[in-house]
């Protein structure tokens, strides 16, 4: 079981194969991207794939993000004991450089497999106001995506409370401390 750092910034062993890295706001296309491309024998760790394997949709209650969290961590984790000629897609928006920096500093994403899919906001609205898998969310997905941008603008990764260390320092990597 995954045990390590915070669950949305995990400390995670180094994976032993390649992986690729999408990377894009809500509405992107980074599954669609991801599916149009992974062959069979590849391992996808898409958030919105673990929840529907758990029988959630996009509308998912609160209480269980945590959970879906930790069990995208524990495949993450698993990655650590693929065969180097294995390959892996990680799908996650992490918004700003600096967010995508640490996340292929954790995974070992080579810089030609990092992928930012950033289509104008207007395509990423128009995506979000016709799915109809997300007409329960329409107002969360549209307020996501503005914020994601909002972030990228700014290159700010968001905060996670991971706490301090016996000396009081921030023990978030992303910390302005400890950059």
């Known amino acids: 079981m995954f045990e390590g750092g915070d669950l949305a910034r995990p ?5 032993s194969c390649r992986v690729v890295l999408v990377c894009g706001p809500v509405g992107a296309g980074k599954s669609t991207y991801v599916r149009e ?9 898409d958030f919105d794939d673990i929840a529907a394997e758990w029988g959630y ?3 998912r209650p609160s209480w269980v993000i ?5 069990e995208r961590n524990n495949r993450l984790a698993a990655l650590a004991h693929l065969p180097p000629d294995s390959l892996a897609y990680v799908v996650l928006t992490a918004p700003s450089r600096r967010l995508r920096a640490w996340w292929c ?11 930012l899919l ?3 906001r207007a395509e990423i609205y128009r995506r979000i106001m016709r799915d109809p898998e997300r007409i329960a969310v329409r107002a969360l997905h549209l307020q996501l995506a503005a914020k ?3 972030q990228e ?3 700010d990764p968001g905060s996670v409370r991971r706490g301090v260390d016996a000396q009081g320092n921030p023990t978030d990597p992303l910390h302005a401390w400890n950059r």
Request: no cysteine; aromatic share 4%.
């Open 153 to 155: 603008d700014s290159n």
């Open 66 to 70: 945590g959970e879906l969290l930790e």
């Open 57 to 59: 949709g996009r509308e």
């Open 105 to 115: 500093q954790q995974l070992g994403v080579r810089a030609s497999d990092l992928i």
């Open 37 to 45: 491309r992974a062959r069979p024998s590849d391992i996808v760790i």
């Open 11 to 15: 400390e995670l062993p180094r994976p």
């Open 148 to 150: 994601w941008f909002r």
């Open 118 to 120: 950033v289509p104008p």
